[in-house]
């Protein structure tokens, strides 16, 4: 299992509850968009988000050091600095 | 500009002339725009700091990547496309430098600091797809930029490899 985190209108927090690891990535964006529209994400609440707010969007999969796992589900970031 | 003081030589990679449309979100200033962007930036760091920092007038290729990139100890990665991001990275795993990438998102609201390992490049939406070139997104590039510039001092002083997301209200050890 896995701890979401999701960026939206330039904001990132984490969904409390955890979520598998391998979780589909379109069932995740659909997952995003209930939890944001039910307040379920400090922070994130946003009751009118569209189905398609996290269509561009792209999943990281990453295990971390202390031997965690976390998803992060943000906007894509090909421009430079 | 804003790793002026950090105890390292620096150089530029860049093919690019600076435009006047870059004086609303990068570091160029008027003086510079018809200029090739590295040799600028290598001479404002002269000019107005007295910084020495060398600059590599070329676009990053796989014919050149072993001579500019070889005496590096670390390699930044601010690229605006897909492409020089994977050959960057392929290079640096191939030889085993340290790579840390900074992205910054279309809308100018979101961005990340991430290290190699944990890396992936994102390629934009569409073709030519437009760019947060406006000025009143430089606020927030220049979070973006001072977040790379935090991680690289840190970096140098304790070999952390730390990561960040910076959004319009935070930057965010992730």
Redesign the interface.
Known sequence: MAIL?I?L????ADYPAQVPFDIDEADLKRLAVEVVRAGEVPGLYDARVTASAFE?Y?V?R?STNDGGQ?L?L???????? | MLCRNLPAELAFVDFDRVEGKNLLSQAYVKQSVGRNKALALALQLRNFHGVKAQAFSVRLAETNAEEICRSADLLVDCFDNIASRQLLSAWARDKGKPLVHAGLSADGSFGIVRWDERFSPDAEDEEGQATCEGGEHLPFIGALAATVARTIQDWLETGEQRDSFVTLKTVTVT
Request: glycine share 10%; aromatic share 10%; net charge positive.
């Open positions: 985190n960026t209108h330039g904001a990132s561009n792209v990281d990453i976390r992060y943000r906007p894509k970031v090909p421009f430079g600095v």
